[in-house]
T-cell receptor, first 116, second 110 residues
């Protein structure tokens, strides 16, 4: 079946602009995660959704970052007033339920964001 | 806070060699540990998931072991091939968020 998809695959923006990144999880997966992979920093957790609720937003680096999920499916990560340090690959993952903490997380191909 | 370390950061081997990638973590209170593969410009592909109650998992030429008490995991790749060239990441799961190491970049030369 179809995997996790993300769009756009690449995004170049100017400092100060807002951007929206989209994630389509695997059909039927109730848990959805956003991660960020910065050069030299490794992968860091941003936010977790169970259904449309986000029990943990502690990984969001600042209040310029927000995310929502609608219909228990598609999620959008929004970065307002982008800064150059926001340049990174943003990865989305999903898993079947997220409650058992024993499941494989399936990752999308990522969105490469470059802030000029 | 969980710290995950992978050694070596980079590795180059000739085709056919058996090799071991290492992963260590500071907090043994984990539910599971996963090994991923990342190809340049691509997302992550899950290779193996070891539950905290397990000692090892095998898939084809890959074998991963887990020693929770010592905070270590190893990924063994048998008879390496050029197609194995990629970055290998390990990640611990203590809840819902995965904690990743920075990866080992593997190059297998023909």
């Amino acid at each position: 079946g179809a995997g996790v998809s993300q769009s756009p695959s690449n995004k170049v923006t100017e400092k100060g602009k807002d951007v929206e990144l989209r994630c389509d999880p695997i059909s039927g997966h109730t848990a959805l995660y956003w991660y960020r992979q910065s050069l030299g920093q490794g992968l860091e957790f941003l936010i977790y959704f169970q259904g449309n609720s986000a029990p943990d937003k502690s990984g969001l680096p600042s209040d310029r970052f927000s995310a929502e999920r609608t219909g228990g499916s598609v999620s959008t990560l929004t970065i307002q007033r982008t800064q150059q340090e926001d340049s990174a690959v943003y990865l989305c993952a999903s898993s079947y339920s997220g409650g058992a903490f024993q499941e494989t997380q399936y990752f999308g191909p990522g969105t490469r964001l470059l802030v000029l | 806070k969980q710290e995950v370390t992978q050694i070596p950061a980079a590795l180059s081997v000739p085709e056919g060699e058996n090799l071991v990638l290492n992963c260590s973590f500071t907090d043994s209170a984990i539910y599971n540990l996963q090994w991923f593969r990342q190809d340049p410009g691509k997302g992550l592909t899950s290779l193996l998931l070891i539950q905290s109650s397990q000692r090892e998992q095998t898939s084809g030429r890959l074998n991963a072991s887990l020693d929770k008490s010592s905070g270590r995991s190893t990924l063994y790749i048998a008879a390496s091939q050029p197609g194995d060239s990629a970055t290998y990441l390990c990640a611990t799961n203590s809840g819902y968020a995965l904690n990743f190491g920075k990866g080992t970049s593997l190059l297998v030369t023909p």
